[in-house]
């Protein structure tokens, strides 16, 4: 069985560890960089521009590939997915007009006020400058999020990247001016505060399967200082939970994915065939939807695929084929944090060494998921991005922690992880945070 993957991240070498797991799996990755650990796990691999849906789909259709998958989000908003139908190969990941969920934020909104889906926030779509001023004037603190594709950029929220309403205001004005968003609206909603959780589905168009839930830390520093990166690290716990939410969160939210996929299929008459990615915030009122994302999560995925019991590639058709059924899960908990070059996000330098000892980090319990690293001769060296994720599985939280915190110690380099992501410490205070903003 012949199957294509797109991508290069360490949240795609985790899907190919996961594809290779079942027997008669032949990998074949069309990456955007070489990355070794994908390449050791492929039959065959070739480098090149993932958002050319003509340069995939003529390789894939030249290696006879039967099945796709698609880790990132931007082939997905190029349309490599409908190409790739379109030559009569199954794809899992949605088509350009499904994966709008993620990369349109005001059709999202849209959709869940016409269909009455819980969860949403006070929100506005604005074309016009003043009248989104007097918006920002009338909520105060807001999130302000430019309509349309934006390669991924472009949300500011009050308290972080806004300092103030004139601040805001002035951004909505940016947004609207420069075009910042493909689709010249932006979207402002009522900031929101509480704890945020990721809760990651298989859909195969009509139904809907989920995954336990996976906490992100975002934000390149220890203590959730610095910039808000691709993803520092992330845990789960040994139950669908984590340590800070309510069964009626995770009800909640996965009523709210399952609303959205039929009322998306209503609206449209297409089909949601893929990953669906739901970023939540558990609020003193209840669970509130935060954005989609049309693809696993990177690092949440590979959370996620460690303790997936079922079979992955039998997942991967029964998406395509609608006849998604139970997924099991094994009851552990995972840790995962990345080691990245010590300037990233804002000056990333690439061409570093790092030297890792792979078997002492094995002893410990842990495994490595490459990302953005070169391979010369045998070793590796930085990427101009994350480098490698370092991920235990264990029986609780803390244990795995400690595992992945150990390995640390046998990568060297110009290199750095946030020692704080999902020690105990940490996870006591988020509880305790939601306890009081509960009373
Ligand atoms: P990005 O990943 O750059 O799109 O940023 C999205 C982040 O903005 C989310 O993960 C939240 O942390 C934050 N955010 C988005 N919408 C809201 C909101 N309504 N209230 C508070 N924070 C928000
Ligand atoms: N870790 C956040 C994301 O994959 O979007």
Redesign the pocket.
């Known amino acids: 069985m012949r199957i294509l993957l797109v991508g290069s991240g360490a949240r795609e070498h985790a899907i190919a560890k996961a594809i290779c797991k079942h027997e008669g799996a032949e990998l074949y990755s069309y990456m955007s960089s070489n990355n070794p650990g994908m390449r050791k796990l492929s039959k065959e691999y070739v480098l090149g521009n993932i958002v050319k849906d003509n340069e995939v789909v003529s390789w894939a259709v030249s290696k006879k590939i039967e099945l796709a998958v698609i880790g990132p989000e931007a082939p997905l908003s190029a349309g490599v997915s409908d190409a790739l139908w379109r030559q009569g190969i199954k794809c899992v990941g949605p088509v350009k007009e499904a994966a709008k969920l993620e990369w349109d934020k005001g059709y999202t909104r849209y959709l869940m006020k016409k269909y009455s889906i819980p969860g949403c ?1 006070r929100f506005e779509i604005f074309r016009d400058v003043r009248d989104a001023q007097d918006f920002i004037e009338e909520l105060k603190e807001v ?1 302000i ?1 430019p309509a349309g594709l934006t390669g ?2 472009g ?1 500011k ?1 009050t308290g972080f990247q806004l300092k103030g309403l004139e601040e805001a205001k002035d951004y909505a004005r940016e947004v609207l001016e420069q075009n910042i968003g493909t689709l010249k609206a932006v979207v402002i ?4 505060v509480g704890e ?1 959780f990721t809760l990651q589905c298989f859909v195969d168009g009509k139904s809907l399967v989920p995954a336990p839930c996976v906490q992100d830390f ?1 934000r390149a520093y220890e203590g959730d200082e610095g910039k ?1 990166t691709g993803g520092m690290g992330s845990y789960n716990d040994r139950t669908t939970l984590l340590p800070f939410m309510r069964k009626e969160d995770y009800d909640n939210a996965l009523e709210i994915m399952k609303k959205t996929v039929d009322s998306f299929r209503k609206d449209t008459g297409l089909e949601y065939k893929g990953f669906l990615y739901g ?1 939540f ?1 558990a609020t003193r009122d209840g669970v509130k939807l ?2 989609y994302n049309s693809r696993l999560g990177d690092p949440e995925a590979i959370n996620m695929l460690a303790i997936l019991k079922s079979d992955f590639v039998d997942m991967l058709y029964s998406i395509c084929d609608g006849k998604i059924r139970n997924v099991q899960f094994q009851n552990k908990a995972t840790v995962c944090k990345y080691v990245v070059p010590k300037e990233y996000p804002d000056n990333p330098k690439a061409g570093d060494l790092i030297e890792i000892n792979e078997d002492r980090i094995a002893k410990n319990n842990t495994e490595i998921y490459y990302a953005s690293v070169e391979e010369r001769e045998g070793r590796v060296y930085t990427g101009s991005s994350r480098s490698l994720a370092l991920l235990s599985v264990a029986d609780s939280i803390d244990e795995a922690e400690h595992n992945v915190e150990n390995s640390t110690r046998y990568i060297h380099g110009e290199i750095r992880h946030r020692r704080d992501i999902a020690t105990k410490e940490v996870i006591d205070k988020k509880v305790e945070f939601m306890d009081r903003l509960r009373e």
């Open positions: 926030p999130a999020k991924g950029k949300v929220v909603e009522e900031r929101l945020e975002k808000n970023q915030m935060i954005e």
